[in-house]
Nanobody
Framework: VQLQASGGGLGQAGGSLRLSCAAS????????MGWFRQAPGKEREFVAG????????ITADSVKGRFTISRDNAKNTVYLQMNSLKPEDTAVYYC??????????????????WGQGTQVTVSS
């Protein structure tokens, strides 16, 4: 599976950005999907995840209430809507796909495929 992330760029504090991640194959619905981010000098961290049929999502405490993950299996695409942006949201954002169970969704090691990353920079 190839994952292509897009939608990053420069945002202002308090503003919004929407990331998209398109998958290359029609078996997209087999995968749980996650978004991770990595800021300079920091480890990659889990941001949000969604199960196969969209009825369960989970977000990290650092973005809870501000970021929303969703997916459209008909379009083989997962989204990350980012509202109320903060400068500390600045990072490279990665989408990832996993065949694992949803309970492991926070763990980077269970993901089988990763996108190339898209830079998000939030100015104060």
């Amino acid at each position: 599976v190839q994952l292509q992330a897009s939608g990053g760029g420069l945002g202002q504090a308090g503003g919004s950005l929407r990331l998209s991640c398109a998958a290359s194959e029609r078996t997209f619905s087999r995968y749980i999907m996650g978004w991770f981010r990595q800021a300079p000098g920091k480890e990659r961290e889990f941001v949000a995840g969604i199960n196969r049929n969209s009825d369960t999502t989970i977000t990290a405490d650092s973005v809870k209430g501000r970021f929303t993950i969703s997916r459209d299996n008909a379009k083989n695409t997962v989204y990350l809507q980012m509202n109320s942006l903060k400068p500390e949201d600045t990072a490279v954002y990665y989408c990832a796909a996993s065949l694992s169970v949803f309970s492991a969704i926070r763990k980077a090691g269970v993901y089988n495929y990763w996108g190339q990353g898209t830079q998000v920079t939030v100015s104060s």
